[in-house]
């Protein structure tokens, strides 16, 4: 049995694990979907000083408050990139593997919003004022993004424009502070929207993307869009159910 604890990035609560969740407790481990503060169920705790600090205290509690040890650690998108990366900075002693979902680390002293091209960060910065009341970055037009993606159907779409919510805009734009430690930890890379070719390609190229190869690394594509815990979850489900650790 292994344990496993499930993060969910923008927008998503617990929720969206659920799938991937009873796919690997059929397997016999432990799960532990988390919601974060301000969203999923945990949605009227958001506050505008709901920051990257206060997703990081949230898995970290869960660990200590559980006490959690040799946990697998899965991170999609924003909760990979900085999430969990300063979650096994915090207590490498907990982790026995990362796994970040259709994203990667984030250097120290970066933030999530450093990853986007200066104009998209521009428009979320306008969205986030006019219609965010300055601190909230309301969930994107999951319809249009479903349109490319012939695995999405409608029944995805209305499950995400009924659950998801605003994300606390400082979990954007606050940076990832980070001494090291979490890099000693063998790490599993889950590729949805992009190959492995290209994260060798980006590695070289882009200096926040510098963390993203290695010896410490593997990885496993599994074409789909962004939210493959929701285009095909049995088949993510089983890639973390042989990613667990065998010692």
């Known amino acids: 049995m292994t344990t496993f604890v499930l993060v969910p990035g923008f927008w998503l609560g617990a929720w969206a694990w659920r799938p991937v969740t009873a796919a690997l407790r059929g397997h016999g481990h432990e799960v532990y979907p988390l919601s974060l503060t301000g969203l999923g169920e945990r949605a009227h705790l958001a506050r505008p000083d709901t920051d990257l600090d206060v997703h990081v205290t949230d898995v970290v509690n869960l660990l200590r408050y559980e006490d959690l040890h040799d946990v697998v650690l899965?991170?999609?998108?924003?909760?990979?990139?900085?999430?969990?990366?300063?979650?096994?900075?915090?207590?490498?002693?907990?982790?026995?593997?990362?796994?970040?979902?259709?994203?990667?680390?984030?250097?120290?002293?970066?933030a999530n919003v450093d990853f986007n091209p200066p104009q998209e960060r521009?428009?979320?910065?306008?969205?986030?004022?006019?219609?965010?009341?300055?601190w909230r970055l309301p969930p994107p037009p999951w319809a249009d993004l479903a349109a490319?993606?012939?695995?999405?159907d409608d029944s995805v779409v209305a499950l995400l424009g009924e659950r998801s919510v605003a994300q606390p805009w400082a979990t954007a734009t606050s940076p990832v502070r980070l001494t090291g430690a979490w890099e000693k930890l063998p790490r599993l890379g889950v590729l949805s929207s992009f190959t492995i070719e290209q994260v060798?390609?980006?590695?070289?190229?882009?200096?926040?993307?510098?963390?993203?190869?290695?010896?410490?690394?593997?990885?496993?594509?599994?074409?789909?869009?962004?939210w493959p815990m929701l285009s095909r979850p049995a088949e993510l489900a089983q890639i973390l159910h042989r990613a667990r650790p065998t010692a």
């Open 74 to 110: 899965v991170g999609h998108s924003y909760a990979g990139a900085v999430v969990t990366t300063a979650v096994a900075d915090r207590v490498p002693d907990r982790i026995a593997q990362l796994v970040f979902v259709d994203t990667g680390p984030l250097p120290d002293g970066t």
């Open 122 to 134: 521009e428009r979320n910065a306008a969205v986030v004022a006019e219609h965010g009341d300055g």
């Open 148 to 152: 490319g993606a012939a695995d999405v």
């Open 200 to 226: 060798r390609e980006m590695a070289a190229a882009v200096p926040l993307c510098q963390h993203m190869v290695g010896d410490s690394w593997r990885y496993e594509e599994l074409p789909t869009w962004h």
